[in-house]
Structure formats: C-alpha cells, structure tokens
C-alpha cells in the first residue's frame, strides 16, 4: 500500500508511531498528483520541494497536534501563508497575500502541512468553472464549487482539504466523489481569510475518506470531542426527501432508499421527517439572500475589475433578478424562524435527519458542477451536514447521502457519523480497486 | 483656511473644481499630523512621501470618482495594499498582506488616497488601548476601538477615517471627539478584509465633520442616493432613553434633552418612544453573542499564539463566562425576533429614532475608552445609526446623540441626519476654534 492511499486518520497513527514519516507521505502524494492530475487537474497551485522541506522539518519535531506532518489541500478561495489565493479569477492571477486564513493557521497549529491550492469555480460563486474532472470518469463535473479539492482527495493526491459551502458547494462534491465531507454549523469555524460570497452563508468545510478524518480535522479546528460512541440500536433518524424531492434522480432516490433500509436493518428506528410546510420557501430565501450578499461582496471587483468580471456576477451586483430590500429582510425572517424550530425537532423523537446530498450521479460535462437544489436549505439553517458516500448509480459514480444534526451538534454529529457510516458505506475499498 | 480644515465635502467640491489640488489637501493633512500627532498619537502607519506621490498622481487624472483626491485614514484592523495591519497586536508587528479590505477598495475606486492606518485597540476588541489621546484634552480618551480614526477626524489631520463596530466602537468615539460617524446596516458595507471579531456583529463604519461627508462615502461605498431632501416640519422623532438610562450621566441627559427641545421648536414631533420589554435583554444577548463568536475568531491566536494574546481575549477563546451553546442560540434568537419588530416601528408613526450616544462626555485616562452599554443593542439590531456632535459636558469635552433608522434605510437616514443635523449640532466650528 502506497502512504497515499492511507486515510488521515490512518496516517496520522502511523506518524506519531514513527511507522511513517511525514516526508514519505508528502512525496507519495507528490507522486500521485505527478502522475494523475494532468487528466485530474484538481491542482492550482503546489511547490513541491517546499512541501517536502516543510515535511522534513515536521519530522524533526516530536508529533504533538493532531495533525502532526498531514498534508492538506486548500481551496484557492482560501489565504495561505505561502501559496496565491487566484480565486480562479483573472483578476488576481499572481495575488499573495503572506497570511494563512483563520482555518489553515488552526490545521497548521495542529501539525498539518498546507501542499497546496486546489481549483474552484471563479470566487466559489458562479462564471468560470474549475478545470477539474472526476477521477472515476473524466468526462464528468466532480461537482463545485469546491472541485479540486473534492476530486484530490477521493483521487488519493491528498487525505484532507478544505472546500466551503453557500449553496452546495462542499456536499455535493463529496457525494459525486465518493467522499466525506462536514460541513460545520456556520461560524463554528472561523470563515476569516475565506474569499467572501455570502456573509451569512459562507461556511468552511473539510473533506476526508472516513468520518475518522473529518473528526481529526474538527479536533485541530477547535470542534470538542465527543467522547463516547453512539450506539446504532434505537438511534432515531428521521427520513427526510425535503420539499425538493420532486427533483431526485433515480440514482439519489436509491441511494437514499437503500440507507434507510441498511440503518432500518442494523437497528435503527428510521421514520419519515415531513419538514414544516413553511421549510419548502427557504429555497427561494437562500437565494435571495445569496444574490443580494454576492452583490455587496462583488461590488469592489465591479467598480475596480469590471472587464474581468464573471457575467453571473456582474449580475448580482446589478440585482438582476430584482430582489427588493423587503424581500431580502423576509428572506432573513423566515431563515432566523426556521433555524430554532428545525433544532427544536432534535431531541426526544429524533437523532438525525438523513436526506439526499445531490439529485443523483454526477453530471456529463464541466459545463456545470451539478445543482445545490439539496444542500441550500440546510446551508442557509446553519446546521452541521456530514456526506456519507451511499453506493453508485447507473453511470457507475459515486452517490452520498447526508446526515444533518441541529446548530452546534458538530461532535455529536460526527459521532453519529462514525457509528452510521460503515452500514451506509457498503464498499469503501471502491476508490483503491477503481482509482488505483 | 488651511486646506486640513476643509470638511470632505467641501474639499471635493474644491478639487473637482480644480481650486484646490489633492497634492495641496494632502500636504496639508500631513503637516498638521507633523504639527500635532506627537500629542494626539492617531496614526501607527504613515508613509508621507507615497502618499504625496500617490497625490500628485491623482492630479494628472480627471476627476471622476465622488472621493477624487480625498485623503482617508484607515483603522488598523482593516487590510489596505500598503500599509501594515498590526492590529495593535504584538502576534503582527509587521504584516503586510497587500490586499485592500473591501470598503478600502471602494474607496480608491471612487479616487480616494488612503492617508495611512490609525490606532486601534488590540483587535479592535480587548486588551492593549490605542495610544491616542482625545484632541479636546490629551488627559482622557478619544472612545475606543477606533480611537485613531475618531481623533484623526476630529482633529483635522484626515477628512475621513474608517472605524468598525461590534459594540460601540465608531458611534462611541465619533461622541468623545465631536465628529460625524456613519454606522450602515450590518453587511450593507462588505466587512472583507476588516479583522473578525464578531462575524455576526463587525460592521465596518466612517467619520467625517459633516452629514455630507458621511453621504459621499457612502456613496463611494455603494449606498443609493436618496435625492430629495427630508422637510424637518412634521418629522417624527422617537425619543428613545432605551432600557440602560440608568447609566445615563448629566452629560448626555443634559445633551439628549436639548437636542429633541431643538427638534421639537424647529417643527418635528418629537414623542418619547419606549422599545418593547424583551428589547432590554438584547444587552446580554450582545454580550454572550460577542464573547462566543470571539471565541472562534481568536481561536488561531490562542494556540499559536498564546503568550502574546490579551488575557482578556483568551478568557473569550476560553469562555470562562461559561456562556452555554443554548444561551447562545437562544440569544440568536432573540435578536431575529426583535430586528423586524424595531423595524416595523417605522412608518406610518416614525420616521427616526434619537438616542444617546455615550453616558456622557470622554472619561479622564486612557485604561479605558468608555462605556457601549448605548450602543450594543443598535449593533445587534444591525441597524443604521449616525452620531451627530450635540454640544459639550461640564469637562468642556464633546458629546453625541444617534440617529438610529430601520435596516437598509441607510440613505434615507443619512438624508434625515442632513435635516436634522443643523439643528442639534449647534456649534459646528467648535473644533476650529478649540483645536486650531
């Protein structure tokens, strides 16, 4: 087994038992992206001998952090310390700005090592689309915004990165990945140093190849511990298809479909979660709220950029679509009514919602990164969501399912996580057999 | 008069008219920090000889933007491409990111010259004050957090200044050194760029000496021009002591009570307006949502940084206020039902609420900036607020009273602020004849 295809957790064992230096798996990963990201492109930006300097020092130090001598890859709308921030904008082609965003100084104070910038749709907003493809079939979108990154690490490039989420941008990658991902309660983890879209919905997340990574990272992020595991037996997970059901592939819908039936199977009490009626307008709330915050975001690149300015966004400075002040404040009344009411359904009769991560596989082309219609409702409710890879479609790619606990859950979330996901992820050996 | 001495408004006006140069205002600026920073101490960050460049560079060009030649000071906690942001911190003694902060892009779009940074207190937060002392008597404070920014203003050594506020740090000195500040609707202004402290607080303000600096960097920054002016006959003003009138001092009593008689004698119908009782816990909500989200905004400091952190900010990191997740979350809760209370207050019987400020005049000594206790709930409520001068205490030194209008009437309230300003500032070349 290359150190590569080691997960994080893994890793991050082997390393403190001095069985791995943190130099063999930097140069291990170096080699998997030399030889798979020229048909990948999940890469923005990478230095490699900088990397293994970086990985030599690690391995003179006694590993402390939890992330002792773990590479990570960051999406390019996040600062680092060493690496541009391009935003995949032609605006800032070469921008360094010498300071780590507030994720990556908690990674590095954790012992990760930062290997590099992984590709986004321009500003993790809209215009151009990442070059990345998906690993297990090239001619499909890995999903977005946060492509690089989620194609990296289901490629075996690198065990953890950052993506961020405003609609679904974080999810849906994971689920058309073959990934995990959490995205965490907003402001949970700090967004500064984040390229900023949507002030209220901008949120940092993290992926890995087992919840056991995600809950690492979460340690170095400042997440506490959830110290005891979840038993399955009477865990009550509530069903959910969400309003949008009606835009389910029949790839999701399986998926779905099978997880409740695997959990029913192990024991778990599964029950339909019928949201209230009012959920089925957060939608048109989220978008609202994210074209008229893109507007006040984008407005220095309009006055100053104009030229270089993706279309889509010009657009949301120019408040195309006509969202009225009014609207926008309805929009935020209803988002701040639902957030205590959805966490209000946790607690006696419910554990978690399981629920769709993305319509189905993932789409033919780099066009598009797929659609957010399942993600945008959890996002603008602030709720912690975790991906759990749910089997393949028709297409043979991958398909998630999430699991979705209330505002500041996080720990129990991924502890609920770790107990769920070996009954939802049925082949988690699928990336070593097909990838490799 | 000397060209520091011109508001921003009349200074434009001159420059655009080509009766003054922007190399003329600039020197000029810089003669008077040159004469009387040594005692003030505004400024952490100047660059004369850049700056005088930068000038004469903006006299080749035509003038086009609202701010054409305008020099403006920037709080240190705000990013510009050249200056340093310590943020009065010793973790960043150096920092450069070369990157302007949102609102400072915004303005050198619109042909303003960023002067330099001002002082701050640490992380505009807690911990060590800003050196600068109060124009009107070195011996007490300017206010605080943006100390540098509320003297610089006020002493004539920069037209306009940025601030920031989370609790009462723009409104608060903008009373304590008888100038203007402006406080939009939060996240009408992008915060990008503006160190976190609170994301769900931070909003990023400015000072001028008069209402129509405040409108034209306003509309630099991208508020709409609200055209037609405000008749004061039959303006209704909500007189509003608010629930913390008990911390009141004779001051600001004093300076309230004059400012609505002047109202109401110039023909607006000023009526006590009492906010409705939960209103009178939004203080601690503030309080409990401002430690928590410090907390994960300094969270990097902490573990990387820890000796040279304030104890004050580690106890937030720390939440030694053992302020609960549901506290938390329920004082979240509270601030989203009040917002569209206050703001449906206004209309048919309102027009603009006036409030103090501040308790009352600047406190002698600088191991404190002043009391927020005025100021924290108008934050939460992210609504729109300006500070108008209104007269002076029994020190001699300056006071304030705000003008408070519904979320997103920014323009509106700066229109209103026009009318009503004359009125209430009665003595506008005080700081002429006191500082010159």
Redesign the interface.
């Known amino acids: 087994m290359e150190p590569c295809q080691l997960s994080a957790a893994q890793a991050a064992v082997l390393i403190k038992e001095r069985k791995l230096s943190a130099e063999e798996l930097v140069r291990s990963c170096l080699e998997r992206i030399s030889a798979r990201d020229a048909l990948v492109r999940a890469w923005l930006h990478l230095e490699p001998d900088a990397a293994i300097r970086a990985a030599r020092e690690a391995d003179k130090r006694p590993p402390t952090g939890p992330l002792h001598g773990i590479p990570i890859g960051v999406k390019d709308v996040i600062d680092t310390l060493d690496y541009p921030t391009t935003q995949n904008s032609p605006i800032y082609p070469g921008?360094?700005?010498?300071?780590?965003a507030?994720c990556v100084?908690?990674v590095?104070?954790?012992g990760g090592l930062i290997l590099g910038k992984t590709d986004t749709v321009e500003f993790a907003s809209s215009g151009r689309k990442a070059l990345t493809r998906n690993p297990y079939n090239p001619a499909h979108t890995p999903g977005g915004t946060s492509s690089g990154s989620g194609a990296a690490v289901a490629d075996f490039m690198v065990p953890l990165a950052f993506g961020t989420q405003t609609s679904g941008s974080l999810i849906r990658p994971a689920a058309f990945n073959g990934i995990y991902a959490m995205k965490p309660t907003w402001?949970?983890?700090?967004?500064?140093g984040l390229?900023?879209y949507a002030?209220?919905l901008d949120t940092v997340g993290w992926y890995g190849r087992e919840v056991a990574d995600l809950t690492l990272m979460g340690q170095a992020l400042?997440l506490p511990l959830h110290g005891a595991t979840i038993p399955l037996r009477g865990l009550r997970v509530g069903l959910c298809r969400t309003p949008m059901w009606s835009q389910i592939e029949p790839a999701g819908a399986n998926a779905l479909q099978q997880a409740a039936e695997r959990l029913a199977d192990a024991g778990a009490i599964v029950e339909p979660l019928e949201l209230p009626e009012r959920f089925a307008d957060l939608r048109a709330a989220h978008s609202a709220i994210g074209q008229r915050?893109a507007g006040?975001?984008f407005?220095?690149e309009y006055?100053?950029a104009y030229p270089l300015l993706a279309q889509e966004i010009r657009d949301k400075v120019e408040n195309t679509a006509g969202i009225s002040?009014q609207t926008?404040?309805d929009s935020?009344?209803l988002a701040?009514?639902c957030?205590?009411v959805f966490?209000g359904l946790f607690g006696a009769s419910l554990d978690v919602v399981l629920a769709p991560s993305a319509p189905g596989e993932a789409p033919e082309g780099l066009h598009t990164t797929g659609n957010a219609v399942f993600n945008t409702t959890w996002t603008l409710l602030h709720v912690p969501c975790v991906n759990i890879p749910a089997g393949v479609g028709a297409s043979n790619l991958p398909v998630g399912v999430q699991l979705i606990g209330p505002?500041?859950s996080d720990a129990r979330l991924l502890a609920i996580a770790q107990t769920l996901a070996p009954v939802i992820d049925v082949d988690p050996q699928r990336g070593l057999r097909e990838l490799w």
Not at 95 to 100: C, K, N, S, T
Not at 187 to 192: F, G, I
């Open positions: 921008l360094r700005v010498g300071r780590d507030a100084g908690l590095r104070g954790a402001n949970r983890v700090s967004r500064e390229r900023m002030a209220s400042g915050e006040i975001a407005l220095p006055v100053n002040d926008l404040l935020y009344a701040d009514a957030r205590p966490d505002r500041l």
